[in-house]
């Protein structure tokens, strides 16, 4: 079956540094990539999702890449501010996710110092 | 307009004991989605459920099921807990059919079950 990997588990940069956040994936049939963020005491919130037809996606500060060949794709936060502190979970799915049977990864814990 | 729903928050089992989960999800939305999530690691699938037919299930025991009702809410059902069943579990709704390429999952914020 599909397995996630993604690292670092812990990212502490310096607000106005940018962030990447990186993940590879095993199963070459995965389509759909999404990645979750999830505050203390919340459940998961999608930020931003790449489909295996797109190379790259921006939404303002922040952007996803896709590497079919190597299996990896990446989150890049830019300007990251202080409420961009959380923890951030890469997932992927093999059906364009309307199975709702996402594979995540185990998360990254990201800090965001003033 | 209110997101997905989930009770109870909290609860606290003892080892053999059974729990019902609940969930509503956002009003519209036809499919359903259980996930664990063990304190430190990402969602773990369990089941999904659209127009109260399973769609999708993890690799989990039998000792988990889930349902889904006419009015689109859902249970989950946990038999003969164990103390490594001790975990955050979140149920996701999605539209469904007509939008259901998006792959958008919405999570509630999870009831907390602590087995001892």
């Known amino acids: 079956g599909e397995n996630v990997e993604q690292h670092p588990s812990t990212l502490s940069v310096q607000e106005g540094d940018s962030a990447v956040i990186k993940c590879t994936y095993s199963d070459s049939a995965s389509n759909y990539f999404p990645w979750y963020k999830q505050e203390l005491g919340k459940g998961p919130q999608l930020i931003i999702d790449?489909?295996?037809?797109?190379g790259e996606k921006k939404d303002q500060r922040i952007a996803v890449t896709l590497n079919k060949t190597a299996k990896h794709f990446s989150l890049h936060i830019t300007e990251t501010q202080p409420e961009d502190s959380a923890v951030y979970f890469c997932?992927?799915?093999?059906?364009?996710?309307?199975?709702?049977?996402?594979?995540f990864g185990k998360g990254t814990k990201l800090s965001v110092k003033p | 307009d209110a997101g997905v729903t989930q009770s109870p928050t909290h609860l606290i089992k003892t080892r053999g004991q059974h729990v019902t989960l609940r969930c509503s999800p956002i009003s519209g939305h036809k499919s359903v989605s259980w996930y664990q999530q063990v304190l430190g690691q990402g969602p773990q699938f369990i089941f999904q459920?659209?127009?109260?037919?399973?769609?999708g299930r993890g690799n989990f025991p039998d000792r988990f099921s889930a349902r889904q009702f006419p009015n689109y809410s859902s249970e989950l059902n946990v038999n003969a807990l164990l103390l490594g069943d001790s975990a955050l579990y979140l149920c996701?709704?999605?539209?469904?059919?007509?939008?259901?390429?998006?792959?958008?999952?919405?999570f509630g914020e999870g009831s907390r079950l602590t087995v001892l």
């Open positions: 997932a992927a799915s093999w059906n364009g996710g309307s199975q709702g049977n996402l594979i």
């Open positions: 459920y659209y127009e109260k037919e399973e769609r």
């Open positions: 790449i489909r295996s037809n797109v």
């Open positions: 996701a709704s999605s539209p469904g059919v007509g939008t259901w390429v998006t792959g958008e999952l919405f």
